[in-house]
């Protein structure tokens, strides 16, 4: 079956440094979603890839969506005690409503 | 709105016992999903509905059981629950087709 793995699975930096994950699919994707969870919450979806080749921003988030569209990455570009949790890669096949999640990597900020 | 709600929040069974985790969504969305989150395994999905009456299995099915009550209610069932049913179970819906999901806030479920 499907399986999306994503590296790191923690991440640990100071404040004010940049942050990457990395999302790999064994299947070409449909499209590719990102959510964030804080801890003790649930996920709340970021936002949502369909192009290969897709760059999309979010104030300091930058997220791509790779040629061949089995990949993924998130970017933080200064990162601030707020980006603290776990973010997820999420995709889907294409005609399929299923959503497959990548195992996730865990953000911790020092301050 | 309340958006995806769930009940109860936290739960302890024993080896054996039954219980049913209870789920409803006010956005009129058509699919609707339940999840187990294990640490280190991200989100694994075990049902889903697409729409009102039609369910269908996902990655880890077995053990549950659903229900589509109607379009607002989805019910995950555990006829008799085992320790490696020990997760937190988080119920999403979304309009069809391949859109975001929005989460419930999710039942913490510790079987002994």
């Known amino acids: 079956g499907q399986q999306v793995m994503q590296i790191p699975q923690y991440q640990h930096v100071q404040e004010g440094e940049d942050f990457t994950t990395y999302c790999n699919s064994s299947t070409t994707l449909s499209n590719i979603q990102w959510y964030k969870q804080r801890p003790g919450g649930h996920p709340v979806f970021l936002i949502q890839?369909?192009?290969?080749?897709e760059v999309k921003k979010q104030k300091r988030l930058t997220f791509q969506f790779g040629e061949a569209k089995k990949n993924s990455s998130l970017h933080i570009t200064a990162t601030q005690t707020t980006d603290v949790g776990t973010y997820f890669c999420?995709?889907?096949?294409?005609?399929?409503?299923?959503?497959?999640f990548g195992t996730g990597t865990r953000l911790t900020i020092i301050p | 709105n309340a958006g995806v709600t769930q009940t109860p929040k936290f739960q302890v069974l024993k080896t054996g016992q039954s219980m049913t985790l209870q789920c409803a969504q006010d956005?009129?969305?058509?699919?609707m999903y339940w999840y187990r989150q294990d640490p280190g395994m991200g989100l694994r999905l075990i049902y889903y509905s697409a729409s009102e009456g039609t369910t269908d299995k996902g990655e880890v099915p077995n053990g549950y059981n659903v229900s589509r009550l109607n379009k607002r209610e989805f019910s995950l069932r555990l006829e008799s629950a085992a320790p490696s049913q020990t997760s937190v179970y988080f119920c999403?819906?979304?309009?069809?087709?391949?859109?975001?999901?929005?989460f419930g806030p999710g039942t913490r479920l510790t079987v002994l």
């Open positions: 890839l369909v192009k290969s080749g």
């Open positions: 999420a995709g889907h096949n294409f005609g399929n409503e299923k959503l497959t």
């Open positions: 956005m009129n969305h058509n699919s």
């Open positions: 999403a819906s979304s309009e069809s087709g391949q859109v975001r999901q929005f």
